[in-house]
């Protein structure tokens, strides 16, 4: 009973985490809902007893990407206006993303195969048999998530540069 109490409330505080973060318009505080939304997901992860898991949760994701997302944000021009915009004007193109996103994963969903299939219950969860499904079964969706990461990147960097020459264009007129 106390163990899905916890995992209710690690799971209510990674929901309103996640809610905060779309809501917010302040980046340091979207980076520190991620953050508490992080640390959820960690706690979830070790009362599920995937221990190894986190542990890298907290030491790579909060530790290292966080701060270094925490510097990228101080280094953002605080005269710039798109913060105090309450919705972003391609709001419509990420949500038609989102759709395409959530019918690829529900299509995953019917198809995935079921885990006694792949892992014997008397099996305990290890690095090896992680790594070993992983590699025969997953390596070309990280693929394809480590490229659609890259393209979000370059995207944002040419949406931060669009912006600025916009604003030194209204500046000189």
């Known amino acids: 009973m106390i163990e899905f109490f916890f995992l209710a409330f690690f799971s209510a505080g990674a929901m309103i985490g996640a809610i905060a973060m779309l809501l917010l318009r302040q980046p340091i505080r ?3 809902a991620l953050i508490g939304t992080m640390i959820s997901l960690a706690a979830i992860y070790a ?3 995937v221990h190894v898991l986190a542990v890298f949760q907290i030491l790579i994701y909060v530790g290292a990407v966080m701060v270094f997302m925490i510097y990228a944000i101080m280094l953002l021009d605080t005269e710039d206006r798109s913060f105090i915009e309450r919705y972003s004007p391609l709001l419509v193109a990420g949500l038609a993303g989102l ?3 959530a ?3 529900l299509d995953g969903l019917w198809r995935v195969v079921p885990p006694e299939a792949v892992v014997a219950e008397t099996e305990v969860f290890s690095v090896g048999v992680f790594a070993q499904i992983f590699m025969q079964e997953y390596w ?3 693929a394809l998530v480590a490229v ?3 393209v979000a990147e ?8 669009l912006r600025r020459r916009a604003g030194q264009q209204g500046d000189k007129a």
Not at 154 to 161: G, K, N, P
């Open 148 to 150: 659609v990461l890259l």
């Open 47 to 49: 009362q599920l007893g």
């Open 140 to 142: 070309v969706y990280f």
């Open 30 to 32: 979207v980076a520190l």
């Open 154 to 161: 370059v995207a944002a960097t040419a949406i931060i540069d």
């Open 99 to 101: 759709v395409l996103l």
């Open 103 to 105: 019918g690829v994963l």
